[in-house]
T-cell receptor, first 115, second 115 residues
């Protein structure tokens, strides 16, 4: 298995533009998570899905952020409009189940820079 | 509100010596704890875990200790090797709440193992 695949690896965009981050979880994993890493807050959970259904989006910072999981093999995180303070590394992770004792498998992340 | 705290942002240890990384948590519902390791430009990878019914778990050079009364856990690496240089994240989860739960991460500690 190729693991959790995220694209793009790097994204540089101007303030006000729409940004879409993509994630392909590991086949057979029923849970998918979007995290954001910043120096101040570490790894912050934004939203997670179980069986393609959003379970908890309380970590989504603002209405400018939205996430979808149209099927078991694809998820997107969209920021519209983007702002410089959204600059961070965004990770997607997947797991066979929510309460996974071996933890989650993370993708390599998307480094977002908003100028 | 940071439920999982890693108060040392960085740590430098000489090769061959012991590295001790610390983590504190505030949520008494957490009953399972994990350590992740992260190299630059990669996603975090699962390292070792411990259930709240134990106070120690060992895997090769890595040992995690849990002090429930103090709500404190630590990761010991003995002996430390240059390849251990990475950011280490502590994470916690409630497995037995009967409701959907997810990993909560700390802010990370950057370990540098020097020659």
């Amino acid at each position: 298995d190729a693991g959790v695949i995220q694209s793009p690896r790097h994204e540089v965009t101007e303030m006000g533009q729409e940004v879409t981050l993509r994630c392909k979880p590991i086949s057979g994993h029923n849970s998918l998570f979007w995290y954001r890493q910043t120096m101040m807050r570490g790894l912050e959970l934004l939203i997670y899905f179980n069986n393609n259904v959003p379970i908890d989006d309380s970590g989504m910072p603002e209405d400018r952020f939205s996430a979808k999981m149209p099927n078991a093999s694809f998820s997107t995180l969209k920021i519209q409009p983007s702002e410089p303070r959204d600059s961070a590394v965004y990770f997607c992770a997947s797991s066979p189940r929510l309460e996974q004792r071996d933890g989650y498998t993370f993708g390599s992340g998307t480094r977002l820079t908003v100028v | 509100d940071q439920q999982v705290k890693q108060n040392s942002p960085s740590l430098s240890v000489q090769e061959g010596r012991i590295s001790i990384l610390n983590c504190d948590y505030t949520n008494s519902m957490f009953d399972y704890f994990l350590w992740y390791k992260k190299y630059p430009a990669e996603g975090p990878t699962f390292l070792i875990s411990i259930s709240s019914i134990k106070d120690k778990n060992e895997d090769g050079r890595f040992t995690v200790f849990l002090n429930k009364s103090a709500k404190h856990l630590s990761l010991h690496i003995v002996p430390s090797q240059p390849g251990d240089s990475a950011v280490y994240f502590c994470a916690a989860i409630s497995l037995n709440t009967g409701t959907a739960s997810k990993l909560t991460f700390g802010t990370g500690t950057r370990l540098q193992v020097t020659l």
